[in-house]
C-alpha cells in the first residue's frame, strides 16, 4: 500500500492570494505527490501522474543500475538474420524500369525483384497555387517496411508485397496519405477529393481500423502527422482560404492547438528532443518561412527563420542526434539543408552551389541507414526525364551524391535492420 | 531497430524499444561486472563503451552485441630489423609495432600503444627484413601494423598492416617517400580500467571524444581524452587537470557536456572545459564553493545543466549557476526532515520531455533506496514533490527514444524498466492497484497574515471524469492549523460548490484521491465570500 509522506514546510514563495491559483505562474503549490502540471490545450491545470508500464515483459538478469539508449541499428533482435537493405523507390514508367532498387551497403544498387509495387510519389514542395503537394510516405514498423503505393493503398513489404486490405473508408473514394507510427499502429490520413480529411490508424497485429476522432470540415488538403507517443499533431493546410492551423489529439478529439500566422501553412512536422518541430510554407514573396517549436509543455515559438524568401521547410530528419530540414523554393532556386543540435540552427550543406541544384530537385524523403542519412531528390516534373538524386551525409558532416540521373519517386525505406 | 543498453546487476542486456524484447550481452572472458558500481556508457563511433563497473573497460558493437576489450595491451617485445636480400633503401631505420583489430570493412577499431622501438639497422641500397614481430593474446586482434623512420630520422612514421595475427616477419623497400606523412599516433591506454584493480569512474562524450577520470588516487582530478572521433586513441597528452589537484579524495565528480563546454565538477568548485583541440583547449574556474555530489543527478536540457549539490539543486547556463531550489524548497535539501542528505550522492536525475521537468530521484529520510523524487518544472519554476515510488524500487532514471520520440524511463532493482508519460491511472504491479494523488496548496492570506479571515465555500472547477471523488480538506487557522471541514466532490460534474471553510489567519488545502483507473485535473479552484472578520 502506498505509504504517507512526511509532513511539508510552509509553502513555496511564501503566502499567496486566494483566487484560481493552480494554472497561474504566481500560485504554485505548497506540495503535491504523484501529480503533475498539464498545461497542453489551453485547459492546464494539475493532474494525476499515471502508472508506470513495463517496457520489458520479463525481468532482466539483475537490478537495473544504469542504461543507455543506442540510436543504432542492431541485428541482436531478430531483425531479417542478415544486412539490412535501403530500398529506393523509381517511377516505373514505360521505359524506365522497376519500381524499387535496392543496397546493402549504400553504394551498389541492384533490382528488389520482389517489390514490384511502385511507391506514390513522396516530396515536399510547395508550388504556384500557394498548395502543398501531398507526400506519398513509407514508414517503418517494428516487423516490416510499409509505403503507400501508386493506387494509395498501404502496402506492407517483408520480403513479400502484401497490400494492406483495409475496411471500407466512409467515403469510397478515400486514399491514403502520410504514414506516421506510433506505439505499434500505423497512422495515416485520408483524402476524399472533396475538402475533408479524416486520421485513422490501423493495428498490423489485429488489421482493426480506427477513426481517431472527427475533423470539422475545414478547406483544407493536407495532414503532416507528427507524434512524440504522448501527444497526437496534425496540421491543416489548404488551398484558398488556407486553413493554418495545428491540432492535437486529446481524449479522443482534436483540438485546435495553435493558429499560424496569416501567411504561414503547415509543410511538415517532427518530434525532436521533447519538442514538435513544424517547418511552414510560404509562397508568393509574402516571406521567409519559418521553423516552429512546439515545446512538451505546448508552447509554440519560432525556431528558425530561413535566410531566403517563400518556399517551404520539409522534411525534418533526424539523424546523429541531431534534427535536419530542407528550405526549398524553386525559383530563386534554393536548396538548403539546416541543422539543429538541440541549442542551435546551423546550415548544414547548400546543395544549388554543391551538387548544381538548379530547383526541380524537390525535397524527398530521408532515412538513416548504415550510420548515413539518404536523402532522395525526385525531380517529378521531368518525369520521364531520368535526373532524381540520392544524397548521402556522413556523422561526419561529408555530402555525396549516391545515384545520379535516376528517375526517383522519392520514397526511401530500410528493412532488415 | 534502436535499443537499450542495461547494466542489470552483474549482467549487460540490450533491450528493444519497440517491443521489449531482451537480448544477452556476453562479455569477454575474464571481464566481470561489479553490482555495487554503475556503468559509464558512451556511445561514440558506433560503439558503445562501458566504463567503471566492468573490471575491464570493453566496447560493444551494436550491430552484432558482441563485446572486445577496450585496452589492447602493448606488444611486449620490439621487432628486429636486418638488411634484406633485395634493394631499394639507404640510410638508418628503426621500427616499431602496435596490435589492432579491423571491422569487417578494413576500417581500424582498436590499436594498442606501440611496441619498443628495434634495432637500427643501416642500409645500403638494401630492402628492410622485420622479423620477431610480436603475437598479441587478445583473441580481438586480426591485424598488426608496422611503423618505422624515414632514412636517418628519429619520428616512426605508419609503413604498413599485417593482416593477421599470425606472421612473424616482414620485408620491405617502400621508399620514404611512399609510405605514410603522418607521424605515429602517441598512443597509451585508457587511464583506468585497462587492467583489472583500476577503473574509469565516470565517463562522457563531448566534442566527438570521450572524456573519463581514473579512479588511480594521483589521476583522480584529470580529465583524460581521446582523439577526435576514436575510443581506443588516449595519450599523456591528451590530458587537463581540474586544478587544484589533491585537494580532497573526491576529485572529479561529474562531466557537464554542454554545447561548448565540457564541465568538470568537483565537490566544492565548478571548471569548465573550453576549446576544440589540444591547440586551445583551456581549463577555467567557473565557480568556486559550488559543487556537484552526485554525478548521476546531472541533466543537460537544451544546453542548460542541473545538478545536485549539499544544499540544493543548482542550474549553471550561460548565465552562470544559480541554486533553484533555495528560495521556494530550502528544507528538501538543507534538514534532514525530508530525504536522506548522507546519501545525497546516490541521488539520480532525469528529464521528463512532456512536463518539461527536471526530476531527481532522492533516498528519503531514515531509508537507503530512491524511493522519492521532486520535480521541478522548467516552464514555471515550479518545484512539485516529494512523491513516492511505492510499486518497485527505482534505482535509475534516463531517456529511451522510439521512433523519434523520447521515453523518460526509470529503472528498478525488480529488474525492469519503467515507462514514465502513461494515461493509465493505475499503478503497474496490478490494474487494481490505485495511485495515491494528493496535493496541498501554499496558506492563502488575502495579502494579510495577520488578520482573521472569514473563508468561504469552496468553488472547484476540474476535468470532467468517468467517474469518482475528490476529497478537499481544510487547513484554516495559522501554519499549524489541524484538518477541518473535509468534503467530496464529484468529479463528474466540472464544477461544483461546496462548503463554507471556517474562520483563522489562514487557509490551506489539500486535494486528495486514491481510487484505481481514476484521475483527476484541476484547473482551478477559489473560495467564495472571503472578507476580514469584522470588516465585511
Given at each position: 500500500?502506498?505509504?504517507?509522506?512526511?509532513?511539508?514546510l510552509?509553502g513555496?514563495?511564501?503566502?499567496?492570494?486566494?483566487?484560481?491559483?493552480?494554472?497561474?505562474?504566481?500560485?504554485?503549490?505548497?506540495?503535491?505527490q504523484?501529480?503533475?502540471?498539464i498545461?497542453v490545450?489551453?485547459?492546464?491545470?494539475?493532474?494525476?501522474?499515471?502508472?508506470l508500464?513495463?517496457?520489458?515483459?520479463?525481468?532482466?538478469?539483475?537490478?537495473v543500475l544504469?542504461?543507455?539508449?543506442?540510436?543504432?541499428?542492431?541485428?541482436a533482435?531478430?531483425?531479417?538474420?542478415?544486412?539490412?537493405t535501403?530500398?529506393?523507390?523509381?517511377?516505373?514508367?514505360a521505359s524506365?524500369?522497376?519500381?524499387?532498387?535496392?543496397?546493402?551497403?549504400g553504394?551498389?544498387?541492384?533490382?528488389?525483384?520482389?517489390?514490384?509495387?511502385?511507391?506514390?510519389?513522396?516530396?515536399?514542395?510547395?508550388?504556384?497555387?500557394?498548395?502543398?503537394s501531398?507526400p506519398?510516405?513509407?514508414?517503418?514498423?517494428?516487423?516490416?517496411?510499409?509505403?503507400?503505393?501508386?493506387?494509395?493503398q498501404?502496402?506492407?513489404?517483408n520480403?513479400?508485397?502484401?497490400?494492406?486490405?483495409?475496411?471500407?473508408?466512409?467515403a469510397?473514394?478515400?486514399n491514403?496519405?502520410s504514414?506516421?507510427?506510433?506505439?505499434?499502429?500505423?497512422?495515416?490520413d485520408?483524402?476524399?477529393?472533396?475538402?475533408?480529411?479524416?486520421?485513422?490508424?490501423?493495428?498490423?497485429?489485429?488489421?482493426?481500423?480506427?477513426?481517431?476522432?472527427?475533423?470539422?470540415?475545414?478547406?483544407?488538403?493536407?495532414?503532416?502527422?507528427?507524434t512524440?507517443?504522448?501527444?497526437?499533431?496534425?496540421?491543416?493546410?489548404?488551398?484558398?482560404?488556407?486553413?493554418?492551423?495545428?491540432?492535437?489529439?486529446?481524449?479522443?478529439?482534436?483540438?485546435?492547438?495553435?493558429?499560424?500566422?496569416?501567411?504561414?501553412?503547415?509543410?511538415?512536422?517532427?518530434?525532436?528532443g521533447?519538442?514538435?518541430?513544424l517547418?511552414?510554407?510560404?509562397?508568393?514573396?509574402?516571406?521567409?518561412?519559418?521553423?516552429?517549436?512546439?515545446?512538451g509543455?505546448?508552447?509554440w515559438?519560432?525556431s528558425?527563420?530561413?535566410?531566403?524568401?517563400?518556399?517551404?521547410?520539409?522534411?525534418?530528419?533526424e539523424?546523429?542526434?541531431?534534427?535536419f530540414?530542407?528550405?526549398?523554393e524553386?525559383?530563386?532556386p534554393?536548396?538548403?539543408i539546416?541543422?539543429?543540435?538541440?541549442?542551435s540552427?546551423t546550415?548544414?550543406?547548400d546543395?544549388?552551389?554543391?551538387?548544381?541544384?538548379?530547383?526541380?530537385e524537390?525535397?524527398?524523403?530521408?532515412?538513416?541507414?548504415?550510420?548515413?542519412?539518404?536523402?532522395?531528390?525526385?525531380?517529378?516534373?521531368?518525369?520521364?526525364?531520368?535526373?532524381?538524386?540520392?544524397?548521402?551525409?556522413?556523422?561526419?558532416?561529408?555530402w555525396?551524391?549516391?545515384?545520379?540521373?535516376?528517375?526517383?519517386?522519392?520514397?526511401?525505406?530500410?528493412?532488415?535492420? | 531497430?534502436?535499443?537499450?543498453?542495461?547494466?542489470?546487476?552483474?549482467?549487460l542486456q540490450?533491450?528493444?524499444?519497440?517491443t521489449?524484447?531482451?537480448?544477452?550481452?556476453?562479455?569477454?572472458?575474464?571481464v566481470?561486472?561489479?553490482?555495487?558500481?554503475?556503468?559509464?556508457?558512451?556511445?561514440?563511433?558506433?560503439?558503445?563503451v562501458?566504463?567503471?563497473?566492468?573490471?575491464?573497460?570493453?566496447?560493444?558493437?551494436?550491430?552484432?552485441?558482441?563485446?572486445?576489450?577496450?585496452?589492447?595491451?602493448?606488444?611486449?617485445?620490439a621487432?628486429?630489423?636486418?638488411?634484406?636480400?633485395?634493394?631499394?633503401?639507404?640510410?638508418?631505420?628503426?621500427a616499431?609495432?602496435?596490435?589492432?583489430?579491423?571491422?569487417?570493412?578494413?576500417?581500424?577499431?582498436?590499436?594498442s600503444?606501440?611496441?619498443?622501438?628495434?634495432?637500427?639497422v643501416?642500409?645500403?641500397?638494401?630492402?628492410?627484413?622485420v622479423?620477431?614481430?610480436?603475437i598479441?593474446?587478445?583473441?580481438?586482434v586480426?591485424?598488426?601494423?608496422?611503423?618505422?623512420?624515414?632514412?636517418?630520422?628519429?619520428?616512426?612514421?605508419?609503413?604498413?598492416?599485417?593482416?593477421?595475427?599470425v606472421t612473424?616477419?616482414?620485408?620491405?623497400?617502400?621508399?620514404?617517400?611512399?609510405?605514410?606523412?603522418?607521424?605515429?599516433?602517441?598512443?597509451?591506454?585508457?587511464?583506468?580500467?585497462?587492467?583489472?584493480?583500476?577503473?574509469?569512474?565516470?565517463?562522457?562524450?563531448?566534442?566527438s571524444r570521450?572524456?573519463?577520470?581514473?579512479?588511480?588516487d594521483?589521476?583522480?582530478?584529470d580529465?583524460?581524452?581521446?582523439?577526435?572521433?576514436?575510443?581506443?586513441?588516449w595519450?599523456?597528452?591528451?590530458?587537463?587537470p581540474?586544478?587544484?589537484k589533491?585537494e580532497?579524495?573526491f576529485?572529479?565528480?561529474?562531466?557537464?557536456?554542454?554545447?561548448?563546454?565540457?564541465?568538470?565538477?568537483?565537490?566544492?568548485?565548478?571548471?569548465k572545459v573550453?576549446?576544440?583541440?589540444?591547440?586551445?583547449?583551456q581549463?577555467?574556474i567557473v565557480?568556486e564553493?559550488?559543487?556537484?555530489?552526485?554525478s548521476?543527478?546531472?541533466?543537460?536540457?537544451?544546453?542548460?545543466?542541473?545538478?545536485l549539490w549539499?544544499d540544493?539543486?543548482?542550474?549553471?547556463?550561460?548565465e552562470?549557476?544559480?541554486?533553484?531550489?533555495?528560495?521556494?524548497?530550502?528544507?528538501?535539501?538543507?534538514?534532514?526532515?525530508?530525504?536522506?542528505?548522507?546519501?545525497?550522492?546516490?541521488?539520480?536525475?532525469?528529464?521528463?520531455?512532456?512536463?518539461?521537468?527536471?526530476?531527481?530521484?532522492l533516498?528519503?529520510?531514515?531509508?537507503?533506496?530512491?524511493?522519492?523524487?521532486v520535480?521541478?518544472?522548467?516552464?514555471n519554476?515550479?518545484?512539485?514533490?516529494?512523491n513516492?515510488?511505492?510499486?518497485?524500487?527505482?534505482?535509475?532514471?534516463?531517456?529511451?527514444?522510439?521512433?523519434g520520440?523520447?521515453?523518460?524511463?526509470?529503472?528498478?532493482?525488480?529488474?525492469?524498466?519503467?515507462?514514465?508519460?502513461?494515461?493509465?491511472?493505475s499503478?503497474?504491479?496490478?490494474?487494481?492497484?490505485?495511485?495515491h494523488?494528493?496535493?496541498?496548496?501554499?496558506?492563502?492570506?488575502?495579502?494579510?497574515?495577520?488578520?482573521?479571515?472569514?473563508?468561504?465555500?469552496?468553488?472547484?472547477?476540474?476535468?470532467?471524469?468517468?467517474?469518482g471523488?475528490?476529497?478537499?480538506?481544510?487547513?484554516?487557522?495559522?501554519?499549524?492549523a489541524?484538518?477541518?471541514?473535509?468534503?467530496s466532490?464529484?468529479?463528474?460534474?466540472?464544477?461544483?460548490i461546496?462548503?463554507?471553510?471556517?474562520?483563522?489567519?489562514?487557509?490551506?488545502?489539500?486535494f486528495?484521491?486514491?481510487?484505481?483507473?481514476?484521475?483527476?485535473?484541476?484547473y482551478?479552484?477559489?473560495?467564495?465570500?472571503?472578507?476580514?472578520?469584522?470588516?465585511?
Amino acid at each position: 500500500m502506498p505509504r504517507e509522506l512526511p509532513d511539508y514546510l510552509v509553502g513555496q514563495k511564501g503566502l499567496n492570494l486566494v483566487a484560481s491559483p493552480l494554472h497561474t505562474p504566481d500560485g504554485g503549490l505548497l506540495v503535491a505527490q504523484n501529480v503533475e502540471y498539464i498545461r497542453v490545450f489551453g485547459a492546464g491545470g494539475i493532474g494525476t501522474r499515471g502508472g508506470l508500464a513495463r517496457l520489458n515483459a520479463s525481468p532482466l538478469a539483475g537490478a537495473v543500475l544504469a542504461f543507455t539508449y543506442v540510436p543504432l541499428a542492431t541485428n541482436a533482435f531478430g531483425g531479417g538474420g542478415g544486412p539490412a537493405t535501403l530500398l529506393v523507390a523509381l517511377e516505373p514508367g514505360a521505359s524506365l524500369g522497376v519500381p524499387w532498387i535496392g543496397s546493402t551497403d549504400g553504394a551498389a544498387f541492384s533490382t528488389i525483384a520482389a517489390l514490384t509495387e511502385p511507391a506514390l510519389y513522396a516530396y515536399w514542395a510547395p508550388d504556384n497555387t500557394n498548395e502543398v503537394s501531398r507526400p506519398g510516405a513509407v514508414s517503418l514498423a517494428s516487423d516490416a517496411f510499409y509505403f503507400v503505393n501508386d493506387s494509395r493503398q498501404l502496402v506492407k513489404w517483408n520480403g513479400a508485397t502484401q497490400t494492406i486490405p483495409l475496411p471500407a473508408f466512409p467515403a469510397s473514394v478515400e486514399n491514403i496519405y502520410s504514414l506516421t507510427v506510433l506505439s505499434g499502429l500505423i497512422y495515416f490520413d485520408t483524402h476524399n477529393g472533396a475538402p475533408s480529411e479524416t486520421v485513422y490508424s490501423w493495428n498490423p497485429s489485429t488489421g482493426v481500423l480506427t477513426q481517431i476522432g472527427t475533423l470539422t470540415t475545414v478547406t483544407g488538403e493536407y495532414v503532416p502527422i507528427g507524434t512524440n507517443n504522448v501527444t497526437l499533431l496534425i496540421g491543416l493546410a489548404a488551398t484558398i482560404p488556407a486553413a493554418r492551423e495545428v491540432y492535437a489529439l486529446s481524449g479522443g478529439s482534436w483540438l485546435l492547438d495553435h493558429t499560424l500566422g496569416a501567411a504561414e501553412i503547415p509543410a511538415s512536422m517532427l518530434p525532436f528532443g521533447g519538442a514538435f518541430y513544424l517547418g511552414t510554407l510560404r509562397s508568393g514573396s509574402s516571406g521567409a518561412p519559418i521553423v516552429l517549436a512546439r515545446s512538451g509543455a505546448g508552447v509554440w515559438s519560432t525556431s528558425l527563420t530561413a535566410s531566403d524568401v517563400d518556399g517551404a521547410f520539409g522534411p525534418f530528419v533526424e539523424f546523429d542526434g541531431k534534427l535536419f530540414v530542407c528550405h526549398w523554393e524553386p525559383s530563386a532556386p534554393v536548396t538548403k539543408i539546416y541543422v539543429f543540435d538541440g541549442a542551435s540552427w546551423t546550415l548544414d550543406e547548400d546543395l544549388v552551389s554543391s551538387f548544381g541544384f538548379d530547383g526541380t530537385e524537390h525535397p524527398g524523403q530521408a532515412v538513416v541507414f548504415d550510420g548515413a542519412l539518404y536523402w532522395a531528390f525526385p525531380r517529378p516534373d521531368d518525369f520521364p526525364a531520368e535526373n532524381g538524386s540520392l544524397l548521402k551525409r556522413t556523422a561526419a558532416g561529408a555530402w555525396s551524391q549516391v545515384i545520379n540521373n535516376r528517375c526517383l519517386t522519392g520514397a526511401l525505406g530500410v528493412v532488415g535492420a | 531497430m534502436s535499443f537499450a543498453v542495461v547494466q542489470a546487476g552483474t549482467s549487460l542486456q540490450a533491450v528493444d524499444v519497440a517491443t521489449g524484447a531482451i537480448a544477452d550481452i556476453t562479455l569477454p572472458a575474464g571481464v566481470t561486472i561489479d553490482a555495487t558500481l554503475r556503468c559509464r556508457f558512451v556511445v561514440i563511433d558506433r560503439k558503445i563503451v562501458v566504463f567503471n563497473a566492468v573490471s575491464e573497460n570493453i566496447w560493444i558493437d551494436p550491430i552484432t552485441l558482441a563485446t572486445h576489450r577496450l585496452g589492447i595491451g602493448a606488444p611486449p617485445s620490439a621487432p628486429t630489423l636486418a638488411a634484406g636480400g633485395g634493394t631499394g633503401l639507404t640510410g638508418a631505420y628503426r621500427a616499431k609495432v602496435a596490435f589492432g583489430q579491423k571491422d569487417g570493412g578494413g576500417a581500424v577499431v582498436n590499436l594498442s600503444p606501440l611496441s619498443e622501438a628495434s634495432n637500427e639497422v643501416t642500409l645500403a641500397n638494401e630492402d628492410l627484413a622485420v622479423s620477431a614481430i610480436a603475437i598479441s593474446s587478445n583473441p580481438d586482434v586480426n591485424f598488426r601494423r608496422l611503423y618505422r623512420t624515414a632514412a636517418g630520422g628519429t619520428t616512426f612514421f605508419e609503413w604498413v598492416d599485417i593482416d593477421d595475427n599470425v606472421t612473424t616477419s616482414y620485408v620491405g623497400s617502400e621508399s620514404d617517400a611512399a609510405i605514410s606523412d603522418l607521424p605515429a599516433p602517441t598512443i597509451t591506454n585508457a587511464p583506468g580500467g585497462t587492467v583489472p584493480g583500476s577503473r574509469m569512474t565516470l565517463a562522457t562524450a563531448w566534442k566527438s571524444r570521450i572524456w573519463g577520470v581514473s579512479s588511480d588516487d594521483d589521476e583522480i582530478d584529470d580529465a583524460a581524452y581521446t582523439d577526435l572521433n576514436t575510443i581506443y586513441a588516449w595519450s599523456n597528452a591528451n590530458r587537463l587537470p581540474a586544478f587544484p589537484k589533491g585537494e580532497d579524495r573526491f576529485g572529479i565528480t561529474g562531466f557537464i557536456p554542454r554545447r561548448d563546454a565540457l564541465g568538470l565538477c568537483k565537490r566544492s568548485r565548478l571548471l569548465k572545459v573550453i576549446g576544440e583541440s589540444n591547440d586551445d583547449f583551456q581549463v577555467l574556474i567557473v565557480v568556486e564553493n559550488i559543487g556537484v555530489l552526485a554525478s548521476d543527478s546531472i541533466v543537460v536540457i537544451r544546453d542548460k545543466a542541473y545538478f545536485l549539490w549539499e544544499d540544493g539543486v543548482y542550474r549553471w547556463d550561460d548565465e552562470g549557476v544559480v541554486c533553484i531550489s533555495r528560495a521556494s524548497v530550502d528544507p528538501w535539501f538543507t534538514t534532514g526532515t525530508y530525504f536522506n542528505r548522507d546519501l545525497f550522492a546516490r541521488a539520480v536525475g532525469g528529464y521528463n520531455p512532456f512536463t518539461n521537468a527536471y526530476e531527481l530521484g532522492l533516498v528519503p529520510a531514515g531509508e537507503t533506496d530512491l524511493l522519492h523524487w521532486v520535480a521541478y518544472n522548467i516552464e514555471n519554476s515550479e518545484w512539485l514533490g516529494p512523491n513516492l515510488t511505492d510499486a518497485f524500487t527505482p534505482s535509475y532514471r534516463g531517456l529511451l527514444k522510439d521512433d523519434g520520440a523520447l521515453l523518460p524511463a526509470i529503472g528498478s532493482d525488480d529488474g525492469y524498466l519503467y515507462l514514465q508519460n502513461q494515461a493509465v491511472l493505475s499503478d503497474v504491479a496490478a490494474a487494481a492497484v490505485a495511485i495515491h494523488g494528493k496535493l496541498r496548496t501554499r496558506h492563502h492570506s488575502q495579502k494579510n497574515p495577520d488578520i482573521t479571515h472569514y473563508w468561504g465555500r469552496l468553488a472547484l472547477e476540474s476535468r470532467v471524469e468517468s467517474g469518482g471523488t475528490l476529497t478537499a480538506r481544510a487547513y484554516v487557522g495559522g501554519v499549524d492549523a489541524a484538518a477541518g471541514v473535509t468534503q467530496s466532490f464529484n468529479l463528474t460534474l466540472g464544477r461544483q460548490i461546496g462548503l463554507r471553510l471556517g474562520v483563522g489567519r489562514l487557509c490551506s488545502l489539500e486535494f486528495e484521491q486514491q481510487e484505481a483507473g481514476l484521475g483527476f485535473l484541476i484547473y482551478g479552484y477559489s473560495i467564495t465570500e472571503t472578507f476580514e472578520v469584522g470588516r465585511r
